[in-house]
């Protein structure tokens, strides 16, 4: 907890450090009631730095410090200063060695950061500046050391001893103990610590680099999920391959481990050779974990794999820094998951997720730019900006230097910075010299926060067989920018004929024409490109690939979104039409029941959808999604005041009208694919998952019929199904159907099946606490009665608390004010526990300003609560009053 006024952090007051660590030396005592560190710390002044030697503070929080001793010798209390977060005393010499001693007490740790135990294994967090609660040191990325760990524990209830590195010794102690001692051989900052002490099994499997050099991969989980891990080794072996292909980058040490923890504050954690992962991003085979699961266990593997060299070997020079590390990291994982599965999908989803959440972020009380100026607690920081949005910014960079450029840039980063903490402007900066380019203004990309509009206008001559897009940009103020200056937005587009045909683009005063699809840099507040050679107006297909992210808008009609559906060759845009079209008629039922009008949907919708379902040729997975139609959090996003009533009565009766009309052909998709899923043995790969996606989404549509066979046919997938992803699909929709006997007695026996893993429990939780139904409120509360929840696991609380506050709008907002209020009761409790769970929750609550008069002062009233409920921790006191602000 916070004991002084929380102070802002500066980009601009960034200063090297006064002292350099050469070499760590730690010793990690593990009991059950308290935990010893002594840390030898061989330290000198920073040849950067000159004049007399300032006192060295080392950073350290709740640190009971034992003995220090300077050179050996051992200081009195005189000799140096002590506070909540700092020792400081004075060095006598440029070279020195301090030693520490501080007993810390991991068993009551729930923060989950610093060490901490997960069940009955210990297991640490240092990211970003957990470091400083397990000893005294420079918690800073730019201060990069050689560490050597030894750990000592009782050997039976901890036969496994890890750290990162290579194990170098071991041996028994007496008091039937047991030590090890890992060295790592590369400097690395203390936020990539690392060390687990339990009773682990592991997998194990082995990969030989490029270079011919063998590597030990292991996998450790607790003894019962040793059957769930090969999914989880399969990806880390694709995602060394892959890196070495698409990257160039080998792996540096003779092993790899990763540990799955149960009780993890997120997905997972990058540390030198010894990645720490929560289960949920670890565990996956067929019976419990579904399709998204297992993408999202490939996907996340790859990208701690990854930060091996965009992190860890290249780490950032302070935390302002992060999306250095973390943008371009999520934009290789996502270029990985294209190349493993269907790229299209891919894009669909990943910029569904952007638009849906990146937006909402941007364009609220905590909005802050790809490279924050400024924070209270960095763990705030680890956002939808900082991360999807940086993956954004990396692959724009990608789109205007090409390919092949953008990989001469990356090698010139990773051999020019090898070692190295470094700045985002030192990726740019390579990028610009290996390419020959400018990128200055690019980067107000990652200084100016806000979503950028981009209105775009047609003008067609046919005296000169001309065709004009106007395009003019501009940026919404956000908090502490008022002014933004113009963008580089690259622009991928094509135009159509009046058949579909792409024509050759060839702008005036060009020499012939180019290709069908181009890029254009829009870097002017009104930009226009004219196109000749034009016997026709054409019609543009804008921003391919959603090539910049921003709210692009152009008068499409109806029918031009439904032509453009058909023929645009782009097929992310494809679907993108489908979106606008379907987002046109949902805003058409939003008006009429706001008006108390009866709903009437626009039957283009279904003929399009039609056409999509009719076409054997389509992709399944393209066909889901685009019969998916833009969700509520959506729906809000773009609304100017969200009306979650009649957006969620907008919906829906679009999708039972689309349901109804397209029953016979759903049904037909649904019958053909779930006899395919009966008589062939689940996969986890591309096609499976397409055909399992269509089927899925067809039920959903279908189930909304209430006919009988639809009920026996979502049974009987509900009870067959060999894995998961067809059971949970059947279970979600029967949990907000109208069966209510069917419902309670398939949620019975789903939890007396899976009560023994946590995993699927907390699915189990979620599509409840997601559940659109009357009442999910009182079903919560009792839920979390429940003996599998506990608000001290964050996978509990994010499968209950968060499902109910992120994607329950219906419910969460109900205007009596009744959700708010849950939700800030359950942020104050868990302030005290874990205050990087409690101020991730919070975010549902920081989106007033979207809301009617009634909601916003419901809302502003517990965040107001939530200030005045006493002591609070740095992680929720920025988010309240930011958003109070
Ligand atoms: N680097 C970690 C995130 C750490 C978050 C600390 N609050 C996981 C990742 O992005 O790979
Ligand atoms: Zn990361």
Redesign the pocket.
């Known amino acids: 907890m916070r004991t002084e006024q929380p102070k802002m952090i500066y980009l601009k007051d960034y200063q090297v450090p006064d002292y350099l660590i050469d070499e760590t030396h730690l010793t990690f005592e593990l009991f059950e009631d308290h935990s010893l560190v002594h840390a030898q710390l061989v330290m000198r002044r920073n040849p950067l730095c000159s004049g007399a030697l300032p006192v060295l503070q080392l950073d350290g929080q709740q640190l009971e410090l034992l003995s220090v001793a300077l050179d050996g010798q051992t200081l009195g209390e005189g000799d140096y200063q002590l506070s909540d977060s700092h020792l400081s005393l004075q060095p006598t010499a440029s070279s020195f060695v301090i030693d520490t001693s501080v007993r810390i007490h991991p068993e009551s740790n729930t923060a989950l950061e610093g060490l901490y135990k997960s069940g009955s294994m210990f297991c640490t967090q240092c990211?970003?500046e957990g470091f400083r609660k397990i000893t005294y040191y420079l918690d800073r990325p730019d201060v990069m050391s050689r560490f050597t760990t030894t750990l000592s524990a009782e050997q039976h209830r901890y036969p496994v001893l890890l750290s990162n590195g290579n194990p170098i010794a071991s041996g028994p102690e007496d008091g039937g103990r047991h030590w090890a001692t890992w060295e790592d051989p590369f400097m690395k900052p203390a936020y990539l610590f690392a060390l687990v002490a339990g009773d682990l099994w592991c997998v194990e499997d082995s990969f030989t680099t490029v270079s011919q050099r063998e590597v030990a991969l292991r996998i450790y989980v607790e003894p019962e999920n040793i059957d769930k891990c090969q999914h989880a080794m399969d990806s880390l072996k694709k995602s060394m391959k892959w890196d070495e292909e698409a990257y160039g980058r080998e792996y540096d040490l003779d092993i790899f481990m990763i540990v799955a923890v149960n009780d993890f504050?997120?997905?997972?954690?990058?540390n030198k050779g010894l990645n720490i992962f929560n289960s949920s991003a670890v565990l996956a085979k067929a019976e419990t974990a579904t399709d998204a699961a297992h993408q999202r266990v490939e996907a996340i593997v790859a990208?701690?794999y990854f930060?091996n060299w965009s992190g860890n070997r290249v780490t950032c020079r302070d935390w302002f820094q992060l999306s250095l590390k973390?943008g371009f990291t999520v934009f290789r994982d996502s270029q990985f998951s294209a190349d493993m599965n269907s790229a299209t999908v891919k894009r669909i989803e990943d910029v569904a997720y952007l638009r849906t959440h990146q937006f909402a972020e941007d364009a609220g009380p905590m909005a802050h730019s790809v490279r924050p100026e400024g924070f209270i607690e960095i763990?705030n920081f680890?956002t939808l900006t900082v991360y999807e949005k940086g993956a954004e910014v990396v692959r724009m960079i990608q789109t205007l230097v090409g390919a092949e450029g953008f990989r001469k840039g990356s090698d010139l980063y990773f051999e020019r910075h090898d070692g190295q903490a470094v700045t985002v402007d030192d990726f740019v900066k390579a990028m610009e010299d290996a390419n020959g380019v400018e990128l200055s203004q690019f980067k107000r990309w990652y200084s100016q926060a806000g979503t950028p509009r981009l209105a775009v206008s047609e003008a067609y001559d046919a005296a000169t067989r001309s065709y004009r897009l106007t395009f003019r940009q501009s940026c919404p103020a956000t908090p502490g920018q008022s002014e933004k200056l113009p963008f580089v937005i690259p622009v991928e587009l094509g135009l159509l004929d009046a058949e579909g045909r792409a024509l050759a683009l060839r702008l005036e005063g060009e020499a012939q024409a180019g290709a069908t699809t181009r890029v254009f840099s829009i870097t002017e507040a009104e930009q226009t490109l004219t196109f000749v050679d034009l016997d026709a107006q054409p019609l543009p297909s804008l921003l391919r690939g959603f090539s910049a992210p921003v709210k692009l808008s152009f008068p499409y009609s109806r029918d031009q979104l439904m032509f453009l559906m058909q023929h645009d060759s782009d097929g992310f845009n494809r679907w993108e039409a489908g979106q606008q079209l379907a987002v046109q008629v949902l805003q058409e039922l939003i008006g009429q029941h706001q008006r108390g009008e009866a709903l009437v949907l626009d039957t283009r919708l279904v003929s399009a959808l039609r056409t999509v379902l009719e076409n054997p040729a389509l992709d399944p997975a393209m066909v889901a999604e685009m019969l998916s139609l833009p969700g509520e959090g959506y729906l809000t996003e773009i609304s100017e005041v969200a009306d979650v009533d009649a957006i969620h009565a907008a919906r829906e009766f679009a999708r039972q009208q689309l349901g109804e009309a397209l029953h016979d052909l759903l049904w037909q998709r649904y019958q053909a694919n779930r006899e395919q899923s009966r008589s062939t043995a689940y996969m986890a790969e591309a096609t499976h998952f397409a055909r399992r996606s269509l089927q899925n989404i067809a039920l959903s549509y279908l189930m909304l019929s209430g006919k009988p066979d639809v009920l026996a046919a979502c049974l009987e997938q509900f009870e067959h199904a060999d894995n998961m992803t067809e059971r949970m699909t059947a279970l979600a929709v029967l949990v907000n159907s109208p069966f209510a006997v069917e419902k309670a007695a398939a949620l019975a026996s789903f939890a007396e099946h899976f009560k023994d893993n946590p995993l699927v429990m907390d699915q189990w939780f979620s599509v409840q606490g997601a559940s659109a139904s009357h009442g999910t409120l009182a079903t919560v509360h009792a839920l979390m009665e429940h003996p599998a929840f506990t608000l001290k696991n964050p996978n509990k609380v994010r499968a209950l608390i968060g499902a109910f506050a992120g994607q329950n709008p219906l419910n969460f907002h109900r205007i009596d004010g009744s959700g708010y209020r849950f939700l800030a009761d359950q942020v104050i409790i868990l302030n005290a526990l874990n205050p990087?769970i409690a101020s991730r929750l919070l975010g549902s609550l920081t989106r007033w300003g979207k809301y009617d008069s009634t909601r916003q002062a419901l809302m502003t009233a517990e965040l107001e609560r939530i200030l005045a409920s006493g002591e609070l921790s740095s992680d929720v006191y920025e988010v309240v009053s930011k958003s109070l602000a």
Do not use: K, L, P, V
């Open positions: 990211e970003a504050n997120m997905g997972a954690m990058e990208h701690e930060h973390e763990s680890y990087q």
